[in-house]
């Protein structure tokens, strides 16, 4: 079982609740109202920089396909490689 260093009451609720959402506008509704609308694009821009990053792109193709700098495709890079295999879950559960 996965513990995560950040773990504490408050984001193990947050987590439950997102578990509770059930179609895409289920989604929209409460991510808007949770996140600012740059936070949301900021996630969806790391996931397309690491569906990129494991299709095996160079940089500069990502840089220029979504906009991400060099620094956001580092961190998803690392997190890539180092992280808490969260990216990888995904990529599973979506055959990407």
């Known amino acids: 079982m996965y513990k995560s260093k950040f773990a504490n009451e408050d984001i193990d609720h947050l987590y439950e609740v997102i578990l509770k959402l059930e179609t895409q506008e289920d ?5 808007e109202d949770l996140c ?29 396909e979504t ?3 060099t620094a ?11 992280g808490a295999e969260g990216y990888h879950l995904i990529f599973k559960k979506t055959n990407k």
Do not use: G
């Open 27 to 31: 989604c929209y509704r409460f991510f």
């Open 67 to 69: 906009k991400a700098s």
């Open 36 to 64: 600012t609308v740059k936070e949301i694009f900021d996630m969806a821009q790391r996931l397309k920089v690491a569906e990129m990053l494991q299709a095996k792109h160079p940089y500069q193709e990502i840089t220029k």
């Open 72 to 82: 956001t495709i580092s961190r998803v890079n690392k997190s890539l490689l180092y």
